[in-house]
């Protein structure tokens, strides 16, 4: 699979990547398919995971995805080295909500977590999964340089941020990427330059719900425009979708999730498809309604 660099610091990475969420959330498969679906993924030429601790049902179960994560790479054949693993720390999961939390004394205490049940000394890429208004975001992202000089970090990043935000990151600590979402439903991170600023910095852009997400992926595959590509191109809505997200910078990095094996191949194949500009031009003034 072709690669794009991380960032800063950082090794290149598959141009497409995993995202465990689905696995752990409500409505999640068996832990059984979950690893093989990330071992189809790995297969396929994915170097890259993104997992969260709070990818999970609840506060009891916190950590779900990352144990699968562990599991899925201890039980698989390749070169575990060559993989990435990004998590978070920054929510929890009271009563099955998603409730922010960017204390310092909790980031300590969440990366600690993630460490165990990762089972690694150190995290490759730990992100701040999102601000916290309660607390300035130089003291969370304070918290994380400390994490990275004690060693438990090797890389830092931040995740649903403008770019404001982000040079204020940049002032506290050394940040390598950027986790935002970016679909054709949603193009804030084009529109508020997000990935621009990625681009021009070096930072990686790891576009989190690259389908949309939920509902709106299920849109997908009707979609007259998205149709009408995939047909010439001979590919799958869902592989077109995700090769337009990639044409959106060299920086830009989707992160993908899928529940069966069949989903997770399609979506490594985009990385392989070189979209004309006519494609890009049809998929990019289209509408997407998420009516």
Not at 20 to 40: C, F, K, T, Y
Not at 99 to 120: E, I, K
Not at 238 to 257: D, F, K, M, T, Y
């Amino acid at each position: 699979m072709r690669e794009r660099p991380l960032g800063p610091g950082a090794p290149s990475v598959s141009a497409v990547g995993y995202g465990g969420m689905h696995l752990s959330i409500e409505g999640r498969p068996p832990d059984e398919q979950g690893v093989r679906v990330m071992h189809a993924a790995l297969d396929a030429g994915v170097t890259l995971i993104d997992t969260a601790d709070v990818y999970c049902l609840h506060d009891g179960d916190i950590g779900h995805n990352e144990r699968l994560v562990a599991r899925a790479l201890r039980e698989w054949r390749g070169d575990r080295d060559a993989i990435v693993v990004a998590t978070k720390g920054g929510m929890t999961r009271p009563d099955g909500r998603w409730a922010r939390n960017g204390r310092p004394d909790h980031l300590r205490r969440a990366c600690d977590q993630s460490l165990r049940a990762l089972g690694v000394q150190h995290i490759d890429l730990y992100q701040l999964h999102t601000p916290d208004p309660q607390v300035p975001l130089e003291d969370s992202v304070g918290a994380i340089a400390d994490l990275h000089a004690a060693g438990k970090v090797r890389w830092i990043g931040v995740s649903n941020v403008s770019v404001e935000e982000i040079a204020r990151a940049q002032r506290v600590a050394p940040i390598t990427s950027v986790q935002n979402r970016l679909n054709p439903f949603f193009r804030e991170a084009l529109t508020d330059g997000v990935v621009a600023y990625c681009a021009e910095h070096g930072l990686g852009f790891l576009a989190y719900s690259p389908m949309g997400g939920g509902r709106l992926t299920r849109k997908i595959p009707d979609h007259p425009v998205v149709q009408a590509v995939a047909a010439r191109r001979k590919e799958s809505p869902h592989a077109v979708v995700l090769a337009w997200v990639l044409a959106q910078g060299e920086c830009v990095i989707p992160i993908p999730s899928a529940r069966t094996t069949e989903h997770a191949i399609d979506s490594a194949r985009a990385a392989d498809i070189e979209l004309s500009p006519g494609d890009l031009d049809d998929l990019t003034n289209a509408s997407f309604s998420t009516a």
